[in-house]
């Protein structure tokens, strides 16, 4: 999404930027990283999410980033990974990020459900967001080993599974990106809901900017044995791929702007003048949910 906001902003703002002469307050990458982290900490406290259903819960947000991230490649650009739970399994994942530059600077916060039900999404008195449908799939990995007894082989499993998928993303040039995983997880999880026995939260990355998370599980399987299941987010607005062994077995199309900012997907995006969240955003479309 990083690059594609780029340019959208651009657009938007670059004629109001000029006048007004803004510059970023942080002149080192060091400095901004800092920055953004702060920022990306305050905003994402500012909001409150619940699992929808058959069994309501309310998300809680781990107070500590996952990944602290950057993406040379769309600019100078800083962002974070915070994840909402429930029963310790993440329900929801946030990547704000703050992009600096000579003519612009903003807060960007991308939002994506990790559930398997409706996620209902609040800030302040006002209802912001609402997918209309869950934010997950699972399905079991092809081929994959019985989830081991020790927690330390089953992390090997989950590493060594988690190898054999890939992800590329496919500009609107019809250019392919092909995106890095990280070879551990960003979180690891143990889960209070029985259902569910292990955990880990992989990224695909462009720089070390999240672009496809990819989760796998064991989970209980009907008949009560343990599977490993895999599940695919987007964090981008492009097209996007992955593979198993070679074999495609997840996509998605680019979304368009005003699907993104719509608020009804399972992956949407708020964007934010200045570093302030309080801030009206830059488009009609970014500020109303």
Known sequence: MRR??????????????????????????????IEAS??????????????????????????????????????????SVFIWTEKGRPEMVATPYKLFGPRFFHLGLEFHSLSTSPIRAERGEAVVWTPTKPGLSFAPVPGAPAPAES?????????????????????????P???????QPIHRYASTDPS????????????????????????????GAFGWDYAIARLNSM??????????????????????????????????ENHDANSPGFSALAEKP
């Open 4 to 33: 594609n906001v780029v340019l959208l902003l651009v657009g938007l703002c670059a004629s109001a930027s000029a006048q007004t002469g803004e510059s970023p307050s942080a002149t080192t990458e060091s400095d901004r990283a």
């Open 38 to 79: 702060k920022i990306a900490a305050a905003a994402v406290a500012e909001y409150r999410f619940s699992r929808e259903g058959e069994q309501p819960a309310l998300l809680v947000l781990e107070p500590k980033s996952l990944l602290q991230w950057s993406n040379p490649v769309a600019g100078s650009i800083h962002g």
């Open 151 to 175: 927690p330390s082989a089953r992390l090997r499993q989950m590493r060594d599974l988690a190898q054999q998928f890939s992800a590329r993303g496919v500009k609107e040039s019809g250019i």
């Open 177 to 183: 990106l092909h995106f890095r995983l990280l070879t």
């Open 196 to 223: 569910v026995r292990d955990g880990g939260l992989f990224a695909f990355v462009e720089g070390t900017d999240p672009e496809v998370l990819l989760l796998i599980e064991a989970r209980r399987r009907e008949g």
């Open 239 to 272: 097209a996007l791929h992955v593979e198993h062994r070679g074999r495609e077995v997840w996509s998605t199309p680019s979304m368009p702007w005003e699907i993104v900012f719509g608020h009804a997907e399972p992956y949407t995006l708020f964007l934010f």
